[in-house]
């Protein structure tokens, strides 16, 4: 019995599997094994009576074989890249937020930023408090220099998921980039309380403090990215820098 729930877990539609579902083609071995089973074990026992039933074996099997091969080779065109699968589900679902928030993400990783743009809004169009897309929207108008708008996006982001850490470590980016170096500093230090991993943060903090003066502080935070991250390159070459102001200021 444990065996049997594990297995119609990802079908039932009860937990969220990705897009499941909306689109859940991977989960389709599972329903299906029991259909396979029958096949298997039924086929014989249903031909053993047929004349000539090696003929009509082979020749269904022949049929099987070339329509299998034709909706694989269908499924193949959709599953070749993000962008396809998720045009895809757009395609042949309803209002489905979730895959144009995963197909903006897919046209980002190539420089489609109108067209993502389109689909964040859209999905947000479906679902207001589907926080997701604010967030991603965001990032694409700050890039674009539309930082105000940005703002507006990222603040409903949080407004909707408070814990949500990257919206609270680009607003911080943000309100560096318009010189308001102290909301900056309060949105770095809330991406830290809630990841305090968050190596980024503790360097784009630092260069926040080292704008205010603290360089001490900038110290701290650079040498606290890099104790997490010793790899982290930027970190390490802020600390140098601010380790030459801090001598220069003795």
């Known amino acids: 019995m444990v065996v049997v729930s594990r297995t119609l877990v990802p079908v039932l539609g009860l937990i969220q599997g990705g897009l499941w579902p909306a689109m859940a083609d991977r989960w389709a071995y599972v329903p ?24 009509w074996v082979n020749a269904l099997a022949t049929v099987l074989l070339f329509v299998l091969a034709a909706v694989t080779w269908e499924k193949l065109d959709y599953w070749k890249d993000s ?18 928030n ?63 850490e990257l919206a609270h470590y680009n607003l911080g980016n943000a309100f560096a980039r318009q010189n308001l170096i102290d909301e900056a500093i309060h949105y770095y230090r809330m991406a830290i309380r809630i990841n305090p991993t968050y190596v980024q943060a503790y360097d784009n903090l630092g260069i926040a403090l080292i704008r205010k003066g603290n360089i001490t502080g900038a110290i701290y935070q650079f040498r606290k990215a890099i104790e997490i991250n010793p790899n982290y390159i930027s970190a390490r070459k802020n600390l140098k820098q601010a380790l030459i102001l801090q001598q220069q200021n003795q």
Request: no cysteine; hydrophobic share 40%; glycine share 4%.
């Open 102 to 164: 995963n197909l903006g993400s897919a046209l980002v990783e190539q420089d489609l930023m109108e067209e993502a743009a389109d689909h964040y809004r859209e999905a947000i169009r479906i679902n207001p408090d589907y926080e997701t897309p604010y967030n991603n929207l965001g990032i694409i108008l700050e890039n674009q220099g539309h930082i105000e708008e940005a703002i507006r996006y990222y603040q409903k982001t949080l407004h909707l998921k408070p814990d949500y």
């Open 83 to 100: 962008i396809s699968l998720f045009r895809r589900a757009v395609k042949v679902t309803k209002e489905n937020y979730i895959a144009h």
């Open 32 to 55: 299906l094994i029991g259909i396979f089973i029958m096949i298997v074990w039924g086929v014989p026992e249903l031909v053993a009576r047929w004349p000539q039933k090696k003929i």
